[in-house]
């Protein structure tokens, strides 16, 4: 059994976990993050891509006068700006559209995004406008007749991708990952306290993890890790599921998403720009965790009625894609509610034995869980943590505002790189969005047949799956094409096409090791 020795352990490399991480690494801490799956494999690739506040959460504030609610949302749009900062590649500006029937929706959706606007403070994109009837065929000229919209900003990004990002940084500052490596055990001394972790990998190989403090972000698992460490320990999360289509019809043609503000169960939905097709979500189902990621026949019907009504003329939309991922919610105290009505805040909890975990939560949000987790691993360690060090995200420039002028900079060294075909601008494109200032390298050293790309769906090319399984920790066709990149998520008969060929690279690959 091989044993190691660290100040933090960290159990499950999703957002939360790759975060805390990161974050750790920059503190001078020695960090090992060990995830059961693949990174990101769980729900931090399932989300809708969005970087928000959340508009309905802030009209929940003030129909319920819960300022709790109102802060978080303060909190999310001051994130959605530092994200879209730090990763420019990755995130980017979104505008979408509120339908109104009439002047008073129009006043009072227009009010209520000229808040949302003010909460942005100094990180906001842009001031929210109202449309005529005009603008709005311009933006969604499928859409069924509305009177105009209001249209408003936020983010949208590649969860995937940031998350993987967040890990390999935190792995090049020192810290040690495994993929593939599930925690079966905890060793205690004789106060009780956890002292090492016992973990075991796909192929049956244990590994003794001994640290300072152990910290738990495994999401809608947190409570089985929980109890793994104290069997006493009460369950604190609701799973709810999130289903979301992808449509071959591009329905957002000028890159303008659409918000449906209000569902027969008193849901919003969103229909977005997605690789050139149509991403709708998301549903909010209470289910087990072994459901959490399976999207229900119901679901999808439900989702599709939706879309035949603000899009009548869509009448049989195709679906090339469909994923579902469980979010892990706190359960409320004082009664139950459904999960639609629980509000997304984190909880940071240490049980009298150490385990930290961290709880709930969302993607915009995870610098601050995180931030909030470390306060409480502070606590065990006998040593306050350094001052964070400067440690640039995979992709970026040493000053994030930098970013995007190296990024165009480095134009002609790929067009260069890259074979001259009518794709080369999309390929560009693609690598700059996949691998920020990293991107001429991934294809530098391969051959040109090796640059062509391979699909007309998302420009992919093998030199890229290459880069992905010897650099990325990818070590399936799914960790490939489902969140290296995203073809999986948007055309999953394109992805199945090109299976054969992400199999023989992975394995040469096997076959080098052995």
């Known amino acids: 059994m091989g044993d190691h020795h660290c100040d933090l352990l960290v159990i499950g490399a ?93 006043t009072y959706y227009g009010l209520g995004l000229g808040l949302y606007d003010t909460l942005s403070g100094d990180t906001g994109l842009g001031h929210s406008r109202r449309l ?209 009505q629980v509000v997304r805040e984190h909880e940071v909890e240490t049980l009298p034995c150490g385990l930290v975990s961290l709880m709930g939560g969302k993607w915009t949000t995870c610098r601050p869980m995180a931030l909030d987790c470390l306060t409480a691993v502070e606590r065990q360690l006998p040593s306050q943590m350094q001052k964070p060090k400067q440690l640039p995200l995979f992709g970026t420039a040493s000053n994030p505002d930098q970013t995007l002028s190296e990024l165009q900079g480095q134009l002609a060294a790929l067009e260069e790189l890259l074979p001259s075909t009518p794709e080369r601008p999309r390929q560009i494109a693609h690598l700059q969005h996949s691998f920020g200032l990293h991107a001429p390298s991934v294809v530098a050293n391969s051959t040109p047949e090796e640059r062509e790309p391979l699909s007309n769906v998302i420009p992919i090319c093998r030199a890229e799956i290459r880069h992905f399984i010897q650099n990325e920790h990818a070590t399936s066709v799914s960790d490939v094409l489902g969140r290296r990149c995203r073809l999986a998520m948007v055309d999953a008969a394109e992805a199945e096409r090109l299976r054969p060929l992400v199999e023989d690279e992975l394995q040469q690959k096997f076959d080098r090791n052995f």
């Open 14 to 106: 999703g957002a939360s976990g790759a975060t805390v991480a990161y974050e750790a690494v920059r503190r001078g801490l020695s960090v090992a993050l060990l995830e059961a799956g693949d990174i990101s494999g769980g729900t931090s690739c399932r989300s809708t891509k969005l970087l928000h506040g959340g508009v309905r959460y802030l009209e929940l504030a003030f129909k319920t006068l819960d300022i709790a609610q109102l802060q978080l949302v303060r909190e999310a749009l001051l994130e959605r700006g530092h994200w879209l900062r730090t990763v420019p590649f990755l995130a980017h500006r979104l505008e979408l559209v509120l339908p109104t029937r009439n002047w008073f929706e129009k």
């Open 132 to 340: 005529s009837r005009n603008e709005l065929v311009q933006a969604l000229p499928q859409l069924c007749p509305r009177q105009g919209g209001v249209a408003y900003s936020d983010g949208q990004f590649d969860d995937a991708r940031l998350n993987l990002l967040l890990a390999l940084t935190a792995e090049q500052g020192g810290a040690t990952l495994r993929r593939g490596c599930r925690v079966i055990g905890f060793e205690r001394n004789s106060d009780g306290r956890l002292t090492a972790a016992v973990s075991e990998t796909e192929t049956g190989q244990q590994e003794r993890w001994q640290a300072q403090v152990i910290v738990n972000t495994t999401g809608i698992h947190a409570d089985a890790m929980r109890h793994l460490a104290d069997p006493d320990a009460p369950p604190r999360l609701l799973t709810s599921r999130g289903t979301h289509l992808v449509l071959k019809d591009n329905l957002c043609p000028q890159g303008m998403g659409l918000l449906v503000p209000a569902t027969e169960d008193g849901r919003v939905l969103f229909m977005l720009p997605f690789f050139g097709h149509t991403l709708v979500g998301t549903t909010d189902q209470a289910c087990g965790q072994s459901e959490a990621a399976t999207p229900s026949a119901e679901e999808e019907a439900y989702l599709l009625r939706y879309v035949r009504k603000w899009f009548p003329d869509l009448s049989h939309p195709v679906v090339s894609s469909r994923w579902a991922g469980g979010r892990p919610l706190l359960q409320p105290s004082g009664g139950a509610r459904s999960s639609s």
